[in-house]
């Protein structure tokens, strides 16, 4: 009988020490920057409180909680610190929009009902930001100039990624692409001469590395024999993108080049063997869309 004690008593001991240890547990500390000229942090959530330090705009920093007064809880110097909350930007005041085709749309997920809505790289990155998907399937940077005030500027975002490509340059029968390179490279550099001067930080992406052979069931082959296939010839779009991601000084995520990397080549073989384009050819696999979303996420981050 006392043995039954004696575990009963261990299991009551084993189960506070757990619902303790549950309930010490401090919540995932949320990413934030400071947004004022200098921020002065306090040992105590109260403006009479001892300055212990201060921190300049932009710093980043991890914001540990809310305190009631409209204080942050954060580290400075290895302890716990208080700053105003309203001198702060988090991640989930952040907006940003996620402007291109149905690579970032992901119109594609309704012919695969595998793919979870949650799978999709702007979904993803709707967890942690203010997300608005401004993609469209089929679209060019021609539609998408003219929906840029409504879709992208109308929003206004802190942050806007831009993808597009692989439609514009769509060789028709008459053997001609839907958007000339020119008339490419002026749209998109309006969107981030537009973007830059209203401060708005501007991502530019390249377009997914396409399986020709899946994509020459939809288009005629021969049309891009002339400029060595037709993944060749959507890459002399991104050739532009990389251009002006240059010039302009803004952030390039090469989805090209790095999908490329995973699948060890930028063959039909290796591509398709990468499980990163899905049998349209041209369209992101959720394990393509999870690539994206780890790109864009890694630069974001306050």
């Known amino acids: 009988m006392k043995k039954y004690h004696i575990l009963a008593a261990l299991l009551v ?12 547990k401090a919540a995932d ?46 580290r400075f110097q290895n302890r716990r610190a208080y700053v105003p909350t309203g001198h702060l930007k988090t991640a989930r005041d952040t907006v940003v929009v996620t402007f291109g085709d149905s690579n970032t749309e992901g119109t594609n997920w309704l012919e695969n009902p595998t793919y979870a809505e949650s799978d999709k790289w702007a979904a993803k990155l709707g967890q942690t930001y203010q997300v608005i998907n401004a993609g469209i399937g089929g679209d060019t940077t021609v539609k998408g100039y003219n929906r840029f005030e409504r879709d992208v500027l109308a929003k206004n975002p802190d942050i806007v990624t831009i993808m597009f490509g692989t439609n514009d340059a769509v060789i028709s029968t008459e053997a001609r692409a839907r958007v000339s390179k020119k008339e490419f490279e002026e749209n998109i550099r309006y969107f981030v001469d537009t973007l830059k001067a209203r401060k708005i930080r501007v991502i530019l992406m ?35 993108i990389r251009k002006i991601a240059r010039e302009k000084q803004v952030t390039l995520i090469d989805n090209y080049r790095n999908m490329t990397l995973v699948a060890g080549g930028v063959t039909d073989a290796r591509l398709m063997l990468s499980g990163l384009i899905d049998f349209s050819g041209t369209h992101l696999t959720p394990r393509g869309a999870e690539m994206i979303y780890h790109s864009v996420n890694r630069v974001i981050r306050p």
């Open 29 to 74: 500390p949320t990413p934030a920057k400071v947004i004022v000229p200098s921020l002065t942090v306090r040992d105590n959530a109260s403006p009479n409180a001892n300055v212990i330090g201060s921190l300049k705009k932009y710093t980043t920093l991890s914001v540990y909680g809310q305190v009631p007064g409209g204080w942050s809880e954060i």
């Open 206 to 240: 390249t377009t997914p590395p396409m399986i020709q052979g899946l994509f020459y069931e939809r288009y005629n082959e021969n049309l891009y024999r002339p400029y060595n296939g037709a993944r060749q010839w959507n890459d002399s779009y991104n050739a532009i």
């Open 13 to 24: 001991c084993f189960t506070f020490a757990a619902a303790f240890s549950h309930t010490a």
